[in-house]
């Protein structure tokens, strides 16, 4: 069995070299095109957001909170730990940097194994100030709030879907102050944003030409086309959802699903971040989750919209 994976992955590398060498002029616009989205919609959006996100780990700003506002968030999601400050860290620093916290804060033992895989499904949250600005791009204000709000409600809603599957044991809530100084954090924290930028510039090139390559041997339309490239980077999909043809729903819907899901840059970089199949597995069944939820509620309101 080890002998044939070793055998595939030989004839996907050298049939990929071969794909790339056939459609070479591919890759010199599809570089370009990454880089002018990187720099229009992803750096403004994230930069500070990471930058922020960074001193208040540091720094421990939450900790305080935590000791009040945990235990009400535990009984209410039956979990245990500092769980409070880890949902609002997802919200701030959006995927994958979040499963990077969880999973170092399960190490730290300031939550147990069970949060942890429970926590992976219902934490996962795109950059809200990433969402706005490139949402903007294809639809109003009032629908673009709309879509946030519900791609955050369906993490609450399976968060209470995961709470019963588990008896939580107890762990207590660490409260260990931090006093290192802001303004030498800055400088690190400058740094550690723009290499996480640059690991997102290199997914967005990577899937930008393996998609662009698929499409130009596959011609897909433009629904399709947005679809297959939402699901391989959410940007990509997003950037280009006004080129579908019809009603603003199905735009809506189809932006709703993607963001949900996450697409496979982010998912590849949660599992190498992580490092942990197991645990991938819950991140992942939470997307699914997501996705099926955000968009079928996004579906039942607009429906009975129709009907008001």
Same mark, same amino acid.
């Given at each position: ?14 049939? !990929? ?10 890759? &010199?616009?599809? %570089?370009?095109?990454? !880089? ?22 540091? =720094?421990?700003?939450?900790?305080? !909170? ?14 245990? /730990? ?6 609002? #860290?997802?919200?701030?620093? /959006? ?11 399960? &190490?730290? /033992? *300031? ?29 109003? +204000? ?6 946030? %709000?519900?791609?955050?409600?369906? $993490?609450?809603?399976?968060?209470? #879907? ?7 044991? &107890?762990?207590?809530?660490? =409260? +260990? ?19 996480? #930028? ?25 629904? !399709? ?21 019809? @009603?603003?729903?199905? @735009? ?16 590849? *970089?949660? #599992? ?5 199949? $197991? ?30």
């Amino acid at each position: 069995m080890n002998k044939l994976k070793k055998i595939l992955t030989i004839f996907c590398l050298f049939s !990929l070299i071969f794909i790339l060498f056939k459609y070479n002029y591919l890759l &010199k616009p599809s %570089v370009i095109n990454s !880089l002018t989205l990187w720099i229009n919609k992803v750096f403004p959006s994230l930069f500070i957001m990471f930058i922020i996100n960074d001193i208040i780990i540091n =720094t421990n700003i939450l900790n305080a !909170l935590d000791s009040k506002i945990s235990p009400l968030f535990n009984k209410i999601f039956n979990t245990s /730990g500092n769980t409070f400050s880890l949902f609002i #860290l997802s919200i701030i620093s /959006g995927s994958p940097t979040n499963a990077y916290i969880i999973n170092e804060s399960f &190490k730290k /033992g *300031q939550i147990t194994k069970e949060t942890c895989e429970k926590l992976m499904t219902y934490t996962y949250f795109s950059n809200p100030l990433f969402l706005y600005n490139i949402l903007m791009g294809s639809f109003n +204000k009032s629908i673009t709030i709309k879509i946030i %709000v519900l791609h955050y409600l369906a $993490n609450i809603i399976i968060g209470f #879907l995961e709470r019963g599957k588990v008896k939580e044991k &107890k762990i207590n809530i660490t =409260t +260990k102050a931090n006093k290192e100084n802001i303004l030498l954090l800055i400088p690190k924290s400058i740094a550690k944003s723009i290499n996480t #930028l640059l690991m997102i510039l290199g997914c967005i090139t990577f899937y930008m030409i393996i998609s662009n390559i698929i499409i130009k041997i596959l011609p897909f339309n433009n629904t !399709l086309t947005v679809v297959f490239k939402g699901l391989l980077e959410i940007t990509q999909g997003l950037n280009i959802i006004n080129t579908i043809n019809g @009603k603003s729903i199905i @735009k809506e819907i189809i932006a709703i699903f993607l963001i949900s899901f996450g697409g496979l840059s982010i998912h590849t *970089q949660v #599992l190498s971040l992580i490092n942990d199949k $197991n645990l991938y597995k819950h991140y992942f069944l939470g997307r699914i989750y997501q996705a099926l939820i955000s968009t079928n509620t996004y579906i039942i309101i607009y429906i009975i919209n129709c009907y008001i």
